[in-house]
């Protein structure tokens, strides 16, 4: 879970955008969903726009963020989960299959 500090540290940073998105790429890394990512994130929304300094840059970065993680971003900036692994099929064979016509 990305903790209040972590984002405050994140959106004071120089470059905030980098910053949030380096912390929602390690949850991501570690597995973590994007909803249970932003799910985690949402209830910090005013606390987090009440941290003093914050610049405009900041603000952007972390509502921006908040738009990535549920796909109102440009497809090209938005985040999305990984494809879940290929697994083998029953029989053990790992050669890749065709689809029956």
Do not use: W
């Not at 009440?50 to 993680?69: H, K, Q, S, V």
């Not at 971003?73 to 083998?88: G, K, V």
Request: charged share 25%; net charge negative.
């Amino acid at each position: 879970m990305i903790s209040l500090d972590a984002i405050r540290t994140a959106v004071l940073a120089p470059d905030p955008y980098t910053r949030m998105d380096d912390l929602v790429r390690a949850e991501m890394a570690a597995g973590r969903r994007v909803k249970v990512i932003f799910d985690d994130i949402n209830p910090l929304v005013n606390t987090v726009l009440d941290t003093p300094g914050l610049t405009a840059d900041g603000e952007d970065a972390f509502l921006g963020t908040l738009d990535a993680l549920t796909g109102g971003c440009h497809p090209d900036s938005n985040y999305y989960d990984p494809p879940a692994p290929d697994t083998a099929d029953q029989t053990g064979d790992d050669a890749p299959h065709e689809a029956p016509p």
